[in-house]
């Protein structure tokens, strides 16, 4: 049987030195590709600086764009931070040295508009994005996320190491470039509507049934404007041509005029005759969506979701279509009148349509207010969240 040949300690040594010298040169490789990454980043950045500058220097000093009072102290500040010399701010923004020196004059007499911000935080969140951006940058570049974080808990803020990165990361919104956006404007097809009424969306859905005679399906008219649902109505069986003007007349009854446009899908009760004849007469422009393309009927499907994920469904597997008709007709006033939109900013489709302005609270004092939650119908599907204070 052969025997394991040992090597002897100074081979092991010599082994594990070019191991380590190794490990150390590819690390050493890695940090100065690294480096050469940075300074070529460094030397874009400062040519993309130097040519921005250029540009603003061949517009006459009056016709400037001018810094407002938050923009001036934030370029104080940064001046202070980086210990810069008047002359150095004055070329790197493009102004002049005189400027420069009355912008400290006005800082130092303390007057209000040099001081105040574009916009107050009008809520804890928006407090807390404003010190974490500011922290940022009066903070050394050493001091992490966890710091600043620490530094709001000091200030009496909750903000975690998380929210601090969420902030930090979040880049604003680049304007929109004209030019780009306009090859594809014929492209897409949006809905344009310019108040309430003036165009809806029709459409259709299945009601989940085990058992009774045939299916029950939902028609539903959705305003665009106020994302609100107009009007409702069940069926058994495939809805008809004539279910389907039926909901238009009530929908029409419920804006007080004839819609201007209305958009469906490519169901056969929306191509009969009898249905393209009554809009001629209403004077109602029709036109059909395409699924899965924006400017579509997906504002109805979201609310199909959103009706079979809050409406249990267990008294329509043996119900009727009058039973079915009327949890819908709840379902609709809650979903108007109470159930905040994203994207009506919170608001509900009611407030969008009556014209109604969100009512700012200050922070609630536990001791003075009470929050009170009920509910629409026998079930606990559908809230009413209310803030009411008390004695």
Known sequence: MPTRRHRPPVLRLLAAASAYFVVKARAF??????????????????????????????????????????????????QVMHSLKVEDIANAFSITETTVRRWWKDARSAKPEVVRPPRTPGTKTGLIHELTCLLRLALPVSMGTRTIAGHLYRLGLAGSRSTVQRILKKKPRPPDTPGVLDRFAGKVRRINAKYFGHTVILDFTQAPRAAGDGDLWIGGVLDVYSRSLVATRACKGQPTAKFATRLLVDATAAIGCAPKHSISDQGVQFKSKRFKKWLKRRGIKHRYGAVGEHGSIAFLERLWRTLKENIPWTWCIFGSAFVLQSHVAGFRRWYNEERPHSALKGAAPDDIRIGRRRRTRVMPDTGKWKLTVNWVGATRDLPIVRLRKVA
């Open 29 to 78: 490789q890695s940090r100065r590709l690294r480096l050469a990454a940075l300074l070529a980043e460094n030397a874009r950045l400062r040519e993309l600086v130097s040519l921005l500058q250029a540009r603003l220097a061949a517009v006459p000093p009056p016709n400037r764009p001018r810094f407002n009072p938050w923009q001036r102290l934030r370029i104080l500040a940064f």
